[in-house]
DNA sequence: TCCCCTCGAGTTCA
DNA sequence: CTCGAGGGGA
């Protein structure tokens, strides 16, 4: 049956936006579809094209050249799970980590190149190194597959259970043999390895050029370009020039004449190589830790010369039988390990810096800069935290600056480059009025530099009492610098940590409070973001905490914003009254009271379990509350004398929100539970739980769950992709749990 | 008075 | 995640 007219411009119009959104996933850019989605439009064209023959095209998204269409990629298991590897970031953590690994294997303590691990490679084979070390190649993982020397496939690294089947995009790579040499009589009847496909950088420029050129938008960077080609649906599209280094051995069936499977990774890269597999050029035997070392650092510099980014230098065990030995951890081997190159900076240049208002009031410089590419990301934005720190750095508009992410994550400006100061750069201007409201800002110096000035003061002030009781005369002030030193010198524009707006009324302020409010840890209501806010502020329909729980008598007036259904305004509705029943403890985390926050509103309602024993206690009783001081007290007890506070309880109180907090009594079971009276720390992403359920969990079981490791900590739980805290408890000793543990413990 | 430990607050990008 | 600052023990 032909198609109508309406079906032909329904069919056209999917075939344009599978191809538009197939770019910008590709391009590295933003999609603006899920995956599901994506799925969904390629379903509904698949259908349309099926039952209507005229519809079909040969370029069509559903169609690869000359083969049946795919509609996904087939996930397919790995025989041998492809781990992720842990990272160290130091010479202590390298060296804690081999420390490890040689206890691991029960060998003597490695104190010099005669003992440990060295004299048992030694003892084992004459000359063997114990160490490999090699480059970390910034690109995609795969697993490659041959079958009596043939590729048969080709597989991504996934979530290192199971991948995408990639092989027909594979094929295409010419770095990437489809024959071994020696096939078949002389390779493995099943060879698995592992490897690191990548783009070089000038292909990668010449690429970008080309697109440029052709007024398209230029892949973001090479790793995100070679992911993409590899996620092509159509082969002939696939982008030349990658190239692969393969470093790991999955599997190895030797096969009737097939050479033996090699037993170290030195012996391993010899194969590949024999084999015609591409190897990285830059690994190294190291015949003990100190050579590895050498090695390590030798690589900082080179790295930078070579065509491929690369960010790492992974140090493993050379013999297999030791791999098998120690085994792996539910993330990663234990017999390799990754050492990280300090951060990567980049250069780039200040455009513009904005000042954004704070939900205390405190005003903060954005910087935005020329987007910059930056370990994996691209940076526009950088906090530049307070005008002292832009006076500290001599930061200027124009400027090019040096960033760096500070863990990873966090981009910083770590200084600017006075060589290349242009003639048009100008100083940033600190304001003296709220950007918001106009108010007249406040500004706090450095605490500690304020101190310095008070305890001299303090010094004069007892030596002027003594000098009374004495009887004699007072010290003259030019015989200070004798006596006590000379005085510190004068605070400066330079010692500004901060600006805040005062105005408590202030409408920029009352957004991110009522935002902060309505949050996942304090009110907890979940149909209200931050843009909902913005919007329903705008409307007006916001002006105070208090009118968040008479939204329901405005029903009309939401409906009439946009993106504003009747779906969105019930379900707002039902979370607001939720909300009223969360308790003391989260109204009192949510309010922005300054020094007070979900711990400190848990010390107060544990102390004052109602608003009106907490509106009786002065700031002594207060500040007797553990964790509770002098400062947090006079602020407590400022904000519910001042007038918005009051008038916010009250109004809250009234429009039936709990201002009462429940004394959870412990269960029987938190007596005998192994969690009773720990510390525990917990990182990373859980499957199970979110991790402030588990908090709260574990809490109920008698447990103090605290947010950072230190010596004090008796537990951590670490779920996957676990940062800095797993290696920090690991270099204090700190026990380690992962999920499972956890589950079966708190399930027995 | 000095430190160590925690908490609060601000923050970027996918 | 990191910084700064408050709290509290040594």
Redesign the pocket.
């Known amino acids: 049956m032909p198609a109508t007219p309406a079906q032909q411009q329904r069919a056209h119009f999917l075939r344009t936006e599978l191809s538009r959104h197939n770019a910008l996933y590709y391009a590295g850019g933003t999609p603006e579809l899920s995956d599901a989605d994506f799925d969904a439009l390629l379903r509904e064209l698949q259908e349309l094209e099926d039952a209507h023959q005229d519809l079909h095209t040969p370029d069509s998204p559903t169609r690869r050249v000359g083969g049946a269409p795919i509609d996904h990629f087939v996930t397919v298991e790995h025989t041998v799970p492809m781990l992720s590897i842990d990272n160290t970031y130091n010479q202590d953590e390298l060296r804690a980590w081999y420390d490890r690994t040689v206890k691991a294997l029960g060998l003597e303590p490695d104190d010099g190149p005669a003992a440990g691990l060295f004299a048992a490679r030694q003892a084992a084979s004459p000359g063997a190194p114990a160490l490999r070390t090699e480059p970390k190649v910034d690109g995609v993982a795969l697993s490659l597959t041959y079958e009596n020397g043939q590729l048969i496939r080709g597989v991504t690294r996934g979530d290192g259970r199971r991948g995408d089947d990639i092989t027909h995009n594979i094929r295409t790579v010419t770095a990437i043999p489809t024959t071994l040499k020696g096939a078949p009589d002389h390779t493995p009847a099943t060879l698995e390895v592992r490897g690191e496909i990548f783009m070089p950088n000038a292909v990668f420029a010449a690429l970008n050029a080309r697109r440029l050129a052709a007024e398209e938008e230029p892949y973001a960077n090479p790793r995100n370009c070679t992911a993409g080609t590899l996620k092509q649906k159509d082969p002939a599209k696939v982008h030349g020039g990658l190239e692969v280094f393969i470093h790991n051995l999955g599997v190895w069936e030797p096969g009737p004449d097939g050479p033996a499977a090699p037993t170290t990774q030195s012996g391993f890269f010899a194969a590949a190589t024999d084999l015609g597999l591409p190897v990285n050029p830059d690994a190294h035997d190291a015949a003990t830790f100190d050579d590895a070392w050498d090695h390590v650092q030798a690589f900082n510099d080179k790295r930078h010369t070579l065509d491929h980014a690369t960010d790492g230098m992974v140090v493993k065990l050379d013999d297999h039988l030791q791999h098998a030995a120690l085994g792996t951890t539910s993330k990663s081997p234990r017999w390799c390990i990754a050492f990280k190159y300090a951060a990567d900076r980049a250069a780039t240049k200040l455009l513009d810096v904005n000042w ?1 208002v ?3 009031g ?1 005003l ?1 410089p ?1 910087a935005t800069m020329e987007p910059v590419l930056l370990a994996g ?7 530049l935290h307070n005008h002292g720190e832009v006076l500290r750095k001599d930061i200027h508009l124009n400027d090019t600056v040096e960033i760096e992410k ?2 990873e ?3 910083q400006v770590v200084r600017v480059l006075p060589a290349k100061r242009p003639a048009d750069a100008t100083p940033i201007a600190a304001p003296a009025q709220c950007p918001d409201c106009q108010t007249p800002v406040e500004i706090e110096q ?3 530099r304020l101190n310095e000035h008070a ?1 001299y003061a ?1 010094k004069i002030a007892r030596d002027i009492d003594k000098a009374k009781k004495e009887a004699r005369a007072p010290r003259d002030a030019s015989q200070y610098d004798e006596a006590f030193g000379p005085p510190p010198a004068p605070l400066g524009p330079l010692d500004e ?1 901060a600006r805040y707006c005062p105005n408590p009324a202030c409408p920029a302020q009352l957004r991110e409070r009522l935002t902060h409010f309505v949050g996942r840890n304090q009110m907890d209501i979940d149909a209200l973001g931050e843009k909902t806010v913005h919007q329903l502020v705008d409307a007006g329909l916001l002006t105070n905490l208090g009118d968040i729980f008479r939204l329901h008598q405005h029903r009309d007036a939401m409906l009439q914003l946009e993106r504003m259904g009747d779906k969105k305004v019930d379900n707002l509705i039902a979370g607001v009254e939720a909300a009223k029943s969360r308790g003391l403890r989260r109204v009192l985390a949510g309010l ?1 009271i ?8 848990m010390r107060l309602t544990q102390a004052f379990p109602d608003i009106d024993q907490l509106m009786q206690a002065n700031e002594e009783t207060l500040a007797d509350i ?8 006079q602020s407590v007890r400022h904000f519910l004398d001042s007038d918005v506070g009051r008038a916010t309880l009250e109004d809250l109180g009234r429009e039936g929100v709990d201002l009462t907090e429940a004394i959870a009594a412990p269960p029987p079971e938190a007596a005998d539970s192994p969690f009773n009276g720990k ?1 525990i720390v917990i ?1 990373g992403t859980l499957e199970h739980w979110s991790r402030s359920d588990l908090k709260a969990h574990l809490e109920t079981l008698g447990a103090k769950v ?3 490791i ?4 008796d537990l951590l739980i670490a779920g996957t992709k676990a ?3 797993l290696t920090k408890a690991q270099s204090l000793g700190v026990e380690v749990w992962d999920e499972a543990k956890v589950k079966a413990t708190l399930e027995a």
């Not at 990301?377 to 906090?383: E, I, L, M, R």
């Open positions: 954004q704070g939900k205390t405190k903060t954005r990301t691209t940076v526009t934005h950088a906090s500070a863990g994550i966090i981009p450095d605490t500690r305890v303090r940590t922005t300054r020094h007070v926050g979900s711990g400190g509103a553990d964790d509770v001081g002098p400062i947090t007290a510390t990182t605290s947010g950072s230190s010596k004090n900590t940062g800095s805290k």
